[in-house]
């Protein structure tokens, strides 16, 4: 079975993973994409032994999340869970600057992988490499923005949509709009709307999963 969950705020995507296996009483349970424990929104699990080997699909599925942006303030982990390391001035700014900046990321780029990841480095994970304060060259990766919008400003905070391949860190997209408007920043909300097919409209919560799965059974 393959099912997409609406995870809450403050889980890891194995938390996830570790609740359905209770759920379901299944050993072979895994996801199709990590989602960071700050954001909430589709996650894609995979139940069984045929449906975990189909979780690659979701891997390398386009996604599409929407983002707030603090700006003016930077963390080592460039989302809310991390430690402020530096403040910076807010340079005036408008809708008019934030679309042409939003331009600039449209099409094939380049991004930088944040320091705080999982991806691997000689064997180690990247952020294994910043708890232990060891510099570390950091991979760059060749991702797709499909779509980049502004859905409200208000104050400091600047609030986007994006569409985009695998492989695309939304928190270092931010921080890199926050650069480019001459200051710094961190996510401070991450929702992930859409998992390929799945959206946020298809998916279910724990509590339904549960009553699907007894009704499957009996």
Do not use: C, W
């Given at each position: 079975?393959?099912?997409?969950?609406?995870?809450?705020?403050?889980?890891?995507?194995?938390?996830?993973?570790?609740?359905?296996?209770?759920?379901?009483n299944q050993k072979k349970v895994g996801h199709g994409g990590t989602l960071d424990p700050f954001a909430d929104g589709v996650l894609i699990i995979g139940i069984g032994r045929e449906s975990t080997k189909k979780l690659n699909t979701f891997l390398n599925s386009n996604k599409e999340y929407i983002a707030t942006l603090l700006l003016g303030i930077e963390t080592d982990t460039l989302d809310k869970d991390?430690?402020?390391?530096?403040?910076?001035?807010?340079?005036?700014?408008?809708?008019?600057?934030?679309?042409k900046i939003f331009l600039t990321f449209?099409?094939?780029i380049e991004q930088l992988t944040p320091l705080?990841?999982?991806?691997?480095?000689?064997?180690?994970?990247?952020?294994?490499?910043?708890?232990?304060?060891?510099?570390?060259?950091r991979p760059i990766n060749k991702i797709n923005i499909y779509d980049l919008?502004?859905?409200?400003?208000?104050?400091?905070l600047l609030k986007f949509k994006v569409s985009c391949s695998k492989g695309t860190y939304i928190r270092q997209l931010g921080y890199d709009i926050s650069k480019k408007l001459g200051?710094?920043?961190?996510?401070?909300?991450?929702?992930?709307?859409?998992?390929?097919?799945?959206?946020?409209?298809?998916c279910i919560t724990f509590l339904e999963l549960k009553e699907k799965w007894i009704a499957s059974t009996t």
């Open positions: 079975m393959i099912i997409a969950i609406n995870k809450p705020i403050g889980l890891t995507s194995y938390d996830v993973v570790k609740k359905i296996k209770k759920i379901t991390g430690k402020t390391i530096r403040t910076l001035d807010v340079p005036e700014y408008n809708k008019k600057d934030i679309k449209k099409g094939s705080y990841s999982a991806r691997k480095v000689s064997g180690m994970k990247l952020y294994e490499y910043a708890r232990n304060n060891i510099q570390v060259e919008s502004l859905i409200s400003i208000k104050n400091k200051s710094t920043g961190h996510l401070v909300e991450l929702t992930r709307t859409k998992v390929g097919n799945f959206s946020i409209e298809n």
